[in-house]
């Protein structure tokens, strides 16, 4: 017996922060929440600096640019967390705070 695979590219359609996750809307009807600690910068990051985000390659990932984030739809739902090693956030945290 064969089976039928097919292909199908999950795409962000939006994206809406809850107190200790945020939940991520797909194009094919999902929604899959994701714990905020798993990324620092966001964590960090003020409510309008998480509001403030893009969908870049039509979906394929999200950025949010006051915290410098770049989240993969591939790497969410592979369950994969910030790969940022703490001296790059201590770094950053610096340097935000600094401003």
Known sequence: ???????HECLAQKVIFEKNSFIVYLN????????????????????????????????EGIHWPEVDEDISIEGILAGR???ESQNSLDKWLTERNKT
């Open 28 to 59: 094919d009807g999902r929604n899959i929440s994701v714990p905020i600690i798993w990324y620092p910068r966001l964590l960090n990051g003020s409510k309008i600096e998480r509001e403030n985000y893009e969908l870049i390659g039509d979906g």
């Open 1 to 7: 017996m064969n089976t039928l695979v097919l292909e």
């Open 81 to 83: 967390r910030s790969g």
